[in-house]
C-alpha cells in the first residue's frame, strides 16, 4: 500500500458507507475521494462532501438533487442526480471503490466501476448473486479485481491460499443464525419489523438484518461464495456460531481447517479489502477470547429457517434462478417492513416466484443479453410475479 489512492464509496450514507469513511478517518489510509453517492439520504451525503469534498456528490433520488445543490453551494464540490449519475460515478476509474450500495440496485454502477479496471471492495452482495460470473470476468478483462467485504467471505478469501484452492473439501460459512434463532415457529409467525432488525450482533441497514433473521443473507452467501472461490453447492455448509468470532472456515482435503476470527465489527473486513495483500492498522476493537470463555456452534434448523434450501436450489439451478430469487426476497423483505406480510411469509413468496417464473418459462428471459440487460430482465419479470402475488392476497397470514 503505497501513496494517495483514489477512492469511490458508493453507498456512502448507510452502514457499511459510514462504516468506510470512518476507516479513513481512524486510520493511515491515505485517499483522495472521487465519488461519494447516495440513495436518498440528502443531509448525510452533503456532511460527508463538505468533510471529505470529493469532486462529485450524487444522490439517487432525483427529486433530492436541488436540495444537494444548495447544501453544497460554494463548496467546489459537483453534484449530480438519479440513477445514471450514480453509474458514471462508479465509471470515475477511482483506484477503489466500495460497493455498498444495497440490493439489485446496486448492479449496474458495479459493473461499471469494474469496467474501469477499478479494485471493487464489495460489501453488495446482491450483484454478485444477479451477475456473478460476468462480474468476475468483466473486473478480470479490464485488469481490476473484486475483494469481498462480506465478513464471511473475506474470511474465506484471507485463509484460503492460491496454491491448494485444488485441494478445499469445503467452505464452512458461519451464521450468527439472526434474533430468531432461539424463536418457535409460533413465536417467528408474530414477528415484528423492530424485533427482525435487531440483531444480536451486527448494526447493519435494515434490508440485510431482516435478511439475517430469514437467513436468505446466508442463502445469497452461499451463492456469493460459490461464484467468488468456485465452489459448487455441495461443498458449501452453513454452521450457526451465535457470537460471531469465527467469521467462516476452509476445510481442507487433508483433514486441516483454516478460520479468520475477529470482533464483529465490519471496519475489519473493509481495511482488509483496502489494504490486501498488505494489511491496514488503525485502533480495532481487539478480541479477548479468554474474557468470552467459549465459542459455541450449532446446525442450522432448516424447517424454520427455509431460505436456505430456496437458495441451494438456485444456485443449483443456475443461470439466472439467483438474480429472480434475489429480486423477490427484495419484493418481500420490503412488503415485510411496510407491514403487509407476515415474516414467516417471505421464505413462501421467495419459493412461489420462482416456481411461478419455471412454469412461464421467465427464468430463461435474458439469456444470449448482456450480464446486466439480462439480469435485469429476470430482475424485473420477479418483482412483476411477487408484486402480483402480493396484491392478489394483501394478507398472507
Ligand atoms: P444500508 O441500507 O445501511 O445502506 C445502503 C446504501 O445504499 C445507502 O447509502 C443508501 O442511500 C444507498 N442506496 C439505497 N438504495 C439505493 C438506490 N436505489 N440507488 C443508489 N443508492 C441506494 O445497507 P448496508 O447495511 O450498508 O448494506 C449495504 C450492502 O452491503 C448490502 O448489499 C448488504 O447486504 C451488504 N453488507 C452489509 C453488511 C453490514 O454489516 N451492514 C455486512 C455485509 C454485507
Ligand atoms: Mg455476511
Known amino acids: 500500500m503505497t501513496g494517495v489512492r483514489t477512492v469511490t464509496v458508493l453507498g456512502s450514507t448507510g452502514s457499511i458507507g459510514v462504516s468506510t469513511l470512518d476507516l479513513f478517518d481512524k ?111 468483466i473486473a478480470r478483462a479490464a485488469g481490476g479485481k473484486v475483494i469481498p467485504v462480506d465478513s464471511e467471505h473475506s474470511a474465506i478469501f484471507q485463509v484460503l491460499a492460491p496454491d491448494c484452492a485444488h485441494r478445499v473439501a469445503r467452505l464452512i460459512l458461519t451464521a450468527s443464525g439472526g434474533p430468531f434463532r432461539t424463536w418457535t415457529r409460533a413465536q417467528m409467525a408474530a414477528a415484528t419489523p423492530e424485533q427482525a432488525v435487531a440483531h444480536p450482533n451486527w448494526s447493519m441497514g435494515a434490508k ?10 446466508k442463502g445469497l452467501e452461499m451463492v456469493e461464495a460459490s461464484y467468488l472461490f468456485g465452489t459448487p453447492s455441495s461443498r458449501i455448509d452453513v454452521l450457526i456460531h451465535p457470537q460471531s468470532v469465527i467469521h467462516s472456515m476452509v476445510e481442507y482435503e487433508d483433514g486441516s481447517t483454516l478460520a479468520q476470527l475477529g470482533p464483529p465489527d465490519m471496519r475489519s473486513p473493509i481495511a482488509c479489502a483496502f489494504a490486501w495483500p498488505d494489511r491496514l492498522p488503525w485502533p480495532a476493537p481487539r478480541l479477548d477470547l479468554a474474557a468470552m470463555g467459549q465459542l459455541t456452534f450449532e446446525a442450522p434448523d432448516v424447517e424454520r429457517f427455509p431460505a436456505i434450501a430456496i437458495a441451494r436450489a438456485a444456485l443449483d439451478a443456475g443461470g439466472r434462478a439467483p438474480a429472480a ?41 435474458g439469456v444470449g443479453d448482456s450480464a446486466l440487460e439480462g439480469a435485469m430482465m429476470v430482475d424485473a419479470s420477479a418483482r412483476r410475479i411477487a408484486a402480483d402475488a402480493l396484491s392478489r392476497r394483501p394478507v398472507f397470514h
Open 325 to 365: 430469487m434475489n429480486a423477490a426476497n427484495e419484493v418481500a423483505v420490503a412488503a415485510f417492513l411496510d407491514r403487509k406480510i407476515g415474516f414467516l411469509d417471505i421464505a413462501p413468496l421467495v419459493s412461489d416466484t420462482l416456481s411461478r417464473m419455471n412454469g412461464l418459462g421467465d427464468l430463461q428471459a
Open 208 to 217: 440485510i438484518s431482516v435478511d439475517s433473521a430469514t437467513m436468505m443473507n
Open 27 to 137: 486510520s493511515a489510509a491515505e485517499v483522495e475521494i472521487l465519488a461519494l453517492t447516495a440513495g436518498r439520504n440528502v443531509a448525510l451525503l452533503a456532511e460527508q462532501a463538505l468533510r471529505w469534498r470529493p469532486k462529485l456528490a450524487v444522490i439517487a433520488d432525483e427529486d433530492r438533487l436541488e436540495e444537494l445543490r444548495q447544501r453544497l453551494t460554494g463548496s467546489g464540490v459537483a453534484v449530480a442526480g438519479g440513477a445514471a449519475a450514480v453509474v458514471e460515478a462508479a465509471a470515475m476509474g477511482a483506484d477503489w471503490v466500495m460497493s455498498a450500495i444495497v440490493g439489485a440496485a446496486g448492479l449496474a454502477p458495479t459493473l461499471a466501476a469494474a469496467r474501469t479496471g477499478s479494485v471493487i471492495a464489495l460489501a453488495n452482495k446482491e450483484s454478485i448473486v444477479c451477475a456473478g460470473p460476468a462480474l468476475l470476468e
